[in-house]
T-cell receptor, first 113, second 115 residues
Framework: GDSVTQMEGPVTLSEEAFLTINCTYT??????LFWYVQYPGEGLQLLLK?????DKGSNKGFEATYRKETTSFHLEKGSVQVSDSAVYFC????????????FGSGTRLLVRP | NAGVTQTPKFRVLKTGQSMTLLCAQD?????MYWYRQDPGMGLRLIHY???????AKGEVPDGYNVSRLKKQNFLLGLESAAPSQTSVYFC??????????????FGPGTRLTVL
């Protein structure tokens, strides 16, 4: 079945460092890909998405490119802030009509001043 | 707009007790979902609904039941709670298709502990 694998955390960075969180997927057909973010004590929020190969999703300085050839959707940010500390989830939405999401296990990011 | 709300926020149960978690959304979404979040496992889908009066099983449905009698509400029931059901439960809703597939709006979660 469809699945998402993302890098283990926690990832600890200093403010203004470059961030990469790796995400790869296994799916039939052409899924849509997402990054969701969960701040402490809150529910998940959509961060960005891409719906077809070579699309780049971007939001709040974060970017991810849908790479079909490597089945990847890595999250990047050029300069992280303390306020970016959160748990980041990669997810895919398959081809069936339920539009349900399949999530990776999440990567905790801690940014230190 | 309140978005997606969940009640209660916290609950402690004893093994064998029952309870119902309530999810409500005010965005007129057709699709609603219940997930559980466990450490190191991401979110796993319990049940979902594609419209009023419909429900379907997700990845981990055993021990749970759901109902969607009104479009805006989606209830998750535990008939006989077990310690393995200790988790954080999230409700989500979405438009479904129409170019916004996968864009789900999440509630703040319910932390459930079963002793």
């Amino acid at each position: 079945g469809d699945s998402v694998t993302q890098m283990e955390g926690p990832v600890t960075l200093s403010e203004e460092a470059f961030l990469t969180i790796n995400c790869t997927y296994t799916a039939t057909g052409y899924p849509s890909l997402f990054w969701y973010v969960q701040y402490p004590g809150e529910g998940l929020q959509l961060l960005l998405k891409a719906t077809k190969a070579d699309d780049k999703g971007s939001n709040k300085g974060f970017e991810a490119t849908y790479r079909k050839e490597t089945t990847s959707f890595h999250l990047e940010k050029g300069s992280v802030q303390v306020s970016d500390s959160a748990v980041y989830f990669c997810a895919l939405s398959g081809m069936d009509s339920s539009y349900k999401l399949i999530f990776g296990s999440g990567t905790r990011l801690l940014v230190r001043p | 707009n309140a978005g997606v709300t969940q009640t209660p926020k916290f609950r402690v149960l004893k093994t064998g007790q029952s309870m119902t978690l309530l999810c409500a959304q005010d965005m007129n979404h057709e699709y609603m979902y219940w997930y559980r979040q466990d450490p190191g496992m991401g979110l796993r889908l319990i049940h979902y609904s594609v419209g009023e009066g419909t429900t379907a099983k997700g990845e981990v449905p055993d021990g749970y039941n759901v109902s969607r009698l009104k479009k805006q509400n989606f209830l998750l029931g535990l008939e006989s709670a077990a310690p393995s059901q200790t988790s954080v439960y999230f409700c989500a809703s979405s438009y479904g298709g129409s170019g916004r597939e996968g864009e789900q709006f999440f509630g703040p979660g319910t932390r459930l502990t079963v002793l």
